[in-house]
């Protein structure tokens, strides 16, 4: 393979790379700006909890926002769809 041929591949491959992790990036979300429901529902599950950040994410057009929790001296992603359905709960051991 030509030198040419490598470089016009390895600049393809960088470039799909790129893209592909922008599609899994979610978008900040001031916590004062979550959808009312998002917000309910994390604070029914952890009462004592302190929302630190979220994100939207979208995929396949299906939207869900994720929410970092700080609660009993752990932190979790809460995983929440825009009507307040919990779809997942996982410790954050970052």
């Known amino acids: 393979m030509s030198l040419r ?22 978008e900040k979300v001031p916590l004062d700006q979550l959808p009312e429901p998002v917000t309910k529902a994390v604070k029914e599950r952890f009462p004592k909890g302190e929302l630190l950040k979220a994100e939207k994410e979208t995929k396949d057009g299906k939207v ?4 970092k929790v700080s609660d009993g001296g ?7 769809s825009p009507d307040g359905a919990i779809l997942e709960v996982e410790e954050d051991n970052d």
Do not use: I, N, Q
Not at 8 to 22: E, K, N, P, Q
Not at 64 to 67: A, D, G, L, S
């Open 5 to 26: 041929k490598f470089l016009a591949r390895a600049a393809g491959l960088t470039l799909a790379l790129s893209l592909s992790a922008s599609l899994w990036a979610g």
């Open 64 to 67: 869900k926002y994720e929410v």
């Open 74 to 80: 752990k932190k979790y992603e809460v995983d929440v």
